[in-house]
């Protein structure tokens, strides 16, 4: 961790991805995808937000507060800035278990990623939010109003961070618990708006956050599973998706409606597994 020492308070910054924690996250969702703002003011608001810090614009009206431009030379001045530039890159938070999300009177429960990112996803909920996590993408590039890309978030939120589901199937203590506490997916239900109301109760700095990490997440899936993404190690176009909803044909997991309803790990393991031996065939032919 980083120290810096501002007005007699020790504050902790992260030198790598590791040490980034929910409130640093949440508070870079907020500044990330703002392309008005320097890197700069960007860092500052991260410093500021995420360590708990009070800011004011004018210093000598609140002395009890931090001037905004007292911060951002005391990055430059320490070597900081360039210390946090790592931040404002591609992030790398995958590994890290991001904290529930309490909204007005609802909790909805996110994904265990002590293993591996994504680790209870299945195949039709990771093949939505692939999709509206790319919409999100192509609005920030169009630098569209945030209250747009906020409407696509709440799709994306929506499909990941779902509520509790009922049963002994949802239960931690019970023997028939399966991993995911979350109901199940639907695209009606999540994808589609049915809790969007509930969710826009969500601050844009936390869904933000929920992107940032889920993109995190598709950057470790494409790396792991580097031969499905490739398309089989044939190049191309296609998504990945369509080679994953390929398996339904072979009927190992079942019908297409089966292969949806998969873990989204399983069925790649079993692709790379299925190319891998392709390719050692045709060095034997």
């Known amino acids: 961790m980083i120290e810096l020492i501002i007005q007699n308070k020790v504050v902790n ?15 870079l ?36 507060k931090i001037d905004w431009k007292y911060i951002a030379g005391q990055l430059i001045d320490n070597g900081i800035f ?19 999300i309490d ?29 509206t996590m790319q919409e999100c993408f192509d609005l920030i590039n169009e630098k569209v109003e945030e209250s747009v890309l906020e409407m696509k978030l709440n799709a994306l ?13 949802y239960d931690k203590l019970s023997k028939d618990f399966k991993g995911d506490e979350r109901e199940p997916y639907s695209d009606v239900l999540h994808l589609n708006g049915y809790y969007a109301k509930k969710i826009s109760k ?10 940032l990490w889920y993109w995190s997440c598709s950057r470790w899936m494409a790396e792991e599973y580097k031969l499905v993404y490739d ?21 190992i997991f079942g019908n297409i409606e089966a292969v949806q309803n998969a873990y989204v790990h399983d069925v790649m393991l079993h692709l790379q597994r299925c190319i891998r031996e392709a390719k050692k065939n045709e060095r034997h032919d």
């Open 29 to 64: 969702g907020e500044v990330y995808f703002k392309p008005h703002w320097s890197d700069l003011d960007k860092l500052c608001h991260v410093v500021v937000k995420g360590c708990g810090l009070q800011v004011s614009k004018y210093q000598f009206f609140k002395k009890q």
């Open 82 to 100: 360039e210390k946090l530039i790592f931040l404002l890159g591609a992030p790398d938070c995958d590994q890290q278990y991001f904290p529930l």
């Open 231 to 251: 398309g089989g190690g044939n190049g191309g176009d296609s998504h990945p998706a369509d080679l994953v909803l390929s398996v339904a044909e072979c009927g």
């Open 13 to 27: 910054l992260p030198e790598n991805w590791d040490e980034v924690n929910a409130k640093v996250l949440v508070a």
């Open 103 to 131: 909204t007005w009177r609802y909790t909805f429960y996110g994904l265990d990623c002590s293993n591996a990112p994504l680790q209870y996803i299945r195949v039709k909920e990771w093949m939505d939010a692939d999709q």
């Open 202 to 211: 969500i601050p844009f700095g936390k869904k933000a956050a929920i992107l």
């Open 157 to 169: 939120v929506g499909i990941l961070f779902r509520r509790h589901g009922h049963g002994a199937a």
